[in-house]
């Protein structure tokens, strides 16, 4: 969301800005748990996934959540990197 | 019991990868606790998108969920009610008229405002029965979670209880009102990422849209179709929905629970706090998705609901059945993480709001007036302590009498549905008087416990409870509203002066306006036009 257009002038609380930058804890949090599942679902046997109709979703599942992490991560870095450049 | 899901080393692994990073999120929050504002409101500085998701996420809680495609079961597509009808509108309507109200004067909790707007006796009336509901709430979630995990895992009850407490303790403790915001946010992705594989692996199985189609009973396919007349699976009719759920239980709660509008208030500036329930509009209306999906699935994949016969398994056991008929290991960790982050999150979300409610609106001013800062800070820090053991009695409470969790989400609605009148007319009328504002309270409330004994009695009745629970919303709304009119005309008027900023029509001139495409009312227009069409599409 864009932060510079809210309505100025509300008071001290605008300028000190969110202590905690949240996307890297999520980004972390869902990038292990990506690997994982990815790691998982690759050393699993296929017999495993037969409730899951034959399908790998250890593995699906991983990969997508590791993109989404390295996503959250990547904005936080490129967050980081604008505000000190 | 057998417990009905096994788990294994990799679940555990992510069961305890969630507990480790909400504890770290809270510890590197605590430096930052300086003030009251700080820890009550996050120092009035986070951005729309977390405000925003913390707001739908703090409904979002794992009660609600399991309950929703219970819902979904039992009455169909007509669950979508609870989203595109009873939620969508309160809260466009909560960002673009009244937000400027709340947090334009700078008010820290809904009792304040009513302070400021009526008079100390409403204020009263609403900060004790509020912070008796959240503690009272928040205990019920932490016993519903810690049977959950028993039935589902057979995880021993003390021991979920005290480890799910302690949890909560530590990183409220140490972060407050943020802590509890940055766990909802966590929790909003765990849900939907934890969620989802049922749906696609439910949609590929049964066929998809076109599957539902032709092996569901016609009536549980539609939302309004067949709402005309009571005689539909959900027992109400259009006007019950539309009135009931969709005007004063749906505005009731968005608009003046002080558990979502806490986070609002938390936004770094007035625009922000707009934002912030239209900004959770928007995902609100997919939660259908999650929800409403796996529950129609249910009917058809698990032999429990099997059509032509009686189920043999409660629908609210609907959605652990799907976890365990389609998750492998791995990601049944993942979806059982996901149903444990939305208990604990809930919880805090209650104990921030019964530390922030009773710091400011009891202990603040009845208590000690007039303290510094820093004393209300160390007040607030040690009432959560209280409040998380409050919450772990309650639980036990709750274990002895297991009705109490419906008497409770009853009292509960007394309370909500009438509060909605008194805000109404409070900020759109400068007529209403203090005095019409307590008493109009007062009645609202007395006229819901009336119209429940009524109909426990069997004096007035129903197709079922849930067109009880509509209708009794509408008597309690109708009664404060007539009520507060009526005193009003009779007792002396508020100086407007007094009003500047609290009423609409009184309000100082708005500063300059953000852009077009930041503006909350284009986003609210935007947010109504989605959930016009989406209830068209699905009629």
Known sequence: MNDTNGTKGQGAG???????????????????????????GLLTEKEMYAISLGINVNLIWGLLMLAVGAGFLAAAFLKKKKSAG | MAP??????????????YILVMVLVGYSLKK???????????????????TGLAFLSA???ALEIIGMVANSAKYGIATVHFYWVGAIPAMVFLGVFMMPFYYGSRVRTVPEYLKLRYNEATRGLNAVSFA????????????AMALLFKLMLGWPLTQSILVAAAVVLLYVFWGGLSSSIYNEVIQFFLIWLGLLPIVFLGLRQVGGFAGFGARIQETLLHSFKYLGTSGNPLGVDWFGVVMGLGFVLSFGYWTTDFLVVQRALASKNLNAARMTPIVAAFPKMLVPIIVVIPGLVALLVLPEFAPGAAPTAEYNSALILLMKHYLPNGLLGLAVTALLASFMSG??????????????DIYGTYIRKGRPDAHYLKVGKYTTVA??????GTAYIVRSFPNLMDYMQLIFSFFNAPLFATFLLGMFWRGATAWGGFWGLLAGILTAAGHYILYKAGVLNYHSDMAANFYQAIWAWSADFVVTIGVSLFTAKRDPKELVGLVFGLAPKPKAEARWYARPAVWGTLALIAAAVLNVIFW
């Open chain 1, 14 to 40: 605008m300028k000190r800005g969110h202590v905690l930058d949240l996307k890297l804890p999520i980004g972390w949090l869902l990038a292990a748990y990506g690997a994982l599942l990815t790691a998982y």
């Open chain 2, 4 to 17: 009905v899901i096994a788990l294994n080393p990799v679940d555990y692994a992510i069961i305890a990868g």
């Open chain 2, 32 to 50: 930052h606790m300086k003030t009251g504002e700080d820890f009550f409101l996050s120092g009035r500085s986070l951005p729309q998108w977390i």
């Open chain 2, 59 to 61: 409904n979002l809680g």
């Open chain 2, 132 to 143: 008796l509901m959240t503690v009272l709430m928040s205990g019920i979630s932490l016993y």
């Open chain 2, 347 to 360: 919880m805090a979300g209650n104990v921030t709001a019964f530390n922030t409610i009773w710091t400011y």
């Open chain 2, 387 to 392: 409040g998380i053991a409050a919450s772990v």
